[in-house]
Structures are given as structure tokens and as C-alpha cells.
């Protein structure tokens, strides 16, 4: 929801509106949604790799128009919900929904010509992102039998 915010800094208002209540909306309904256990990994890696595209939004050239942003926003939500029914509580989303409140504060960065402010944050949450999804993939010593046991 972080880079939602971000990536919708530079969008018209009406379009930054649609795109949270699609985004609230889905995270909503899919936080009731308890998926099966053995989707929980496919779960995270979505959501890592959903919220390093919505990151990568800070980055397009024009602003996110009415369908790119309600799609980023049904996007973020939905991984949102499905995270909070996997592996939280529906309350959960109470906690998270506040990051999209980084919209007022980017905004005002955005209108002070200071948007570069939010590529370098929205970098870092790709860089995030892009870490948290490969480490699991890579055999970390400690975390796997080795040839000590």
C-alpha cells in the first residue's frame, strides 16, 4: 500500500480516489478469504513481486492514468487481503491501510517538484522487494542440513 501511495503521487485526484477504494475494497474482501496453506509461499512471492511493480510505477514516464491506477490499486489490494488472510487477521488491515496516507505527503513533495524524492524511496522498496523474494530461493548455511549433521 506504501508503493501505491507513491506510485499514485503524481496522478489526477479522481484517479487517486478510484484507485484506494479499489484497493480497499479488494484487501477488504480477500482478508476474509483464508487460503489453503500450501499457497502461503506462491502468497509472499506475489506479493514481493506486486509490490516491486507498483514501486516501479514511481518510474513511468507519465502518471498513472484512471485504469493503470485502479489496476495498481486493485493489484496491491488484492495481494494485501490475501496476505492478511493467509497469514494475519482481518484487523491487520487497519494497520496496513494507513501506509496509503504517504500519498498526502508525497503529493506535496510532487507539487515542490521534489518527485525525485520518491523514486529513491520507491527504489528501495524494489530493492526490498527483489531481496526478500530471492532469498528464500538461495540454500542459506544454517538454515538446511549440511554435511555437519
Keep these: 500500500m506504501a508503493a501505491l501511495a507513491l506510485a499514485l503521487a503524481r496522478s489526477a485526484r479522481g ?22 496453506v ?3 509461499e506462491t502468497i509472499f512471492l506475489g506479493a514481493w513481486v506486486s509490490l516491486a511493480l507498483t514501486a516501479a510505477l514511481t518510474h513511468w ?21 490475501l496476505l492478511i488472510g493467509r497469514a494475519g487477521r482481518p484487523l491487520d488491515l487497519a494497520i496496513a491501510a494507513p501506509a496509503l496516507l504517504l500519498l498526502l505527503p508525497a ?10 524524492a520518491l523514486k529513491v524511496a ?10 526478500a523474494s530471492v532469498l528464500p530461493l538461495i540454500p542459506t548455511p544454517g538454515y538446511a542440513p549440511d554435511h555437519m549433521n
Excluded: E, H, K
Excluded at 122 to 131: E, F, G, K, R
Design 61 to 81: 514516464p507519465t502518471a498513472p492514468r484512471r485504469l493503470l491506477a485502479m489496476t495498481a490499486g486493485l493489484n496491491a489490494g488484492a495481494w494485501s487481503g
Design 107 to 116: 503529493t506535496w513533495l510532487v507539487q515542490r517538484r521534489w518527485a525525485i
Design 15 to 36: 484517479d487517486r480516489v478510484a484507485a484506494i477504494l479499489s484497493c480497499l475494497l479488494a484487501a477488504t474482501a480477500l482478508s476474509f478469504y483464508a487460503a489453503p
Design 122 to 131: 520507491a527504489s528501495w522498496l524494489i530493492a526490498i522487494a527483489v531481496l
Design 38 to 40: 500450501a499457497w502461503t
